[in-house]
């Protein structure tokens, strides 16, 4: 079997269409065609059927393809992990994570990279778990780190645990749940809740103690995959905030929120994992990004705290009797 027609085979099963998939392999669309036409003749089976809307694989097309992306992924693997031997370089690299080490971790993350390696470039994808898995698995990205226990147990990812992150409820100063002491969920929920994508577990669990009815998911008054768009919505609103507790310290400290505490809620947190392809070898660099993930001191360690309150952007000091800058 001639490789290249496997990689064929491969590009017109994403594709679903043989412009699309020609275009994919730098072919021509009648060339795709004899090619797929040459495989299936030297398979001895029809490997697709041609729809008036989309080309799917038969049966015997699904147990050829799924040996055939094997080879091309392996074939891949081989070539880029030659080149990297050869050179033996860093390289760049490019990883996802989710909201919430966006929040968290990712600051001193990046910035203890450039410090150490100022001439690698990286690239950064922020969100969520199911949208990094798609990036994952088309090679976009190397790796991706985020809250692992939705991610289905796939044999072809491998889930490496990193760390917990505790979360909480939290609102602003001045709040009428502020100063109100232990608090229902229900009580709470009933000024809305701003939220990451919540676990399924962690759904079912909110949704006991609010009496919901079997299989409802808790209505959440924001759900967005930034966490400092939600943080600023609830100190200028009621709406309670969801989030990690690393992601608000300042507000915390300052006294701009308030941590709530509710009645029956079990500990909350994020179980964070980095993500990858089982059987493709980290770059240099990746392996460089995984390990200084590894190596960052846990949520709640003071030094942890220091090291991102010196990563936070401050504003320029005013002189002494020099007038505020104007607004324009």
Same mark, same amino acid.
């Given at each position: 079997m001639d490789f290249r027609r496997l990689t064929h085979l491969v590009a017109l099963a994403d594709k679903r269409n043989f412009a699309r998939a020609a275009e994919q392999v730098n072919l021509t669309q009648p060339a795709l065609t004899r090619s797929v036409q040459a495989a299936e003749a030297e398979f001895g089976m029809r490997l697709f059927d041609r729809g008036t809307v989309a080309v799917k694989p038969t049966p015997a097309g699904e147990f050829v393809l799924e040996r055939a992306r094997r080879l091309v992924f392996d074939s891949r693997c081989?070539?880029?992990?030659?080149?990297?031997?050869?050179?033996? !370089?860093?390289?760049?690299?490019? #990883?996802?994570?989710?909201? #919430? /080490? !966006?929040?968290?971790?990712? &600051?001193?993350?990046? &910035?203890?990279?450039?410090?150490? @390696? /100022?001439?690698?470039?990286?690239?950064? %994808?922020?969100?969520?778990? %199911?949208?990094?898995?798609?990036?994952?698995?088309?090679?976009? $990205? %190397?790796?991706?780190?985020?809250?692992?226990?939705? $991610?289905?147990?796939? /044999?072809?990812?491998?889930?490496? @645990?990193?760390?917990?992150? /505790?979360?909480? #409820?939290?609102?602003?100063?001045? @709040?009428?749940? !502020?100063? !109100?002491?232990?608090?229902?969920?229900?009580?709470?929920?009933?000024?809305?809740? &701003?939220?990451v994508r919540v676990p399924k577990g962690v759904r079912a669990g909110l949704a006991r103690l609010l009496r919901l009815e079997p299989g409802s998911p808790p209505p959440l008054a924001i759900e967005c995959d930034d966490v400092e768009i939600l943080r600023n919505v609830a100190l200028a609103s009621d709406t309670v905030l969801a989030a990690p507790n690393a992601a608000v310290e300042r507000e915390i400290a300052s006294g701009a929120l308030v941590a709530l505490a509710v009645e029956g809620l079990e500990p909350l947190f994020s179980e964070m994992g980095i993500v990858s392809l089982r059987g493709r070898t980290p770059s240099p660099m990746a392996s460089a990004v995984i390990a200084r993930l590894h190596a960052l001191p846990p949520t709640g360690d003071p030094a942890a705290s220091r090291r991102r309150a010196d990563l936070a952007p401050t504003a320029p000091r005013r002189r002494k009797g020099a007038s505020p800058p104007r607004r324009h």
């Open positions: 081989l070539t880029r992990d030659v080149g990297l031997y050869r050179e033996r !370089a860093l390289g760049d690299t490019a #990883f996802g994570v989710g909201p #919430f /080490p !966006a929040a968290t971790f990712l &600051a001193p993350l990046l &910035a203890g990279l450039r410090r150490e @390696h /100022p001439g690698v470039n990286l690239r950064v %994808e922020v969100s969520n778990w %199911e949208l990094l898995l798609k990036r994952l698995v088309d090679e976009d $990205i %190397e790796f991706f780190v985020s809250d692992s226990r939705d $991610i289905p147990r796939d /044999p072809g990812l491998r889930i490496e @645990h990193l760390r917990k992150e /505790p979360g909480s #409820f939290f609102v602003r100063a001045g @709040h009428p749940l !502020a100063s !109100a002491g232990p608090v229902e969920l229900r009580e709470a929920w009933s000024y809305g809740v &701003a939220s």
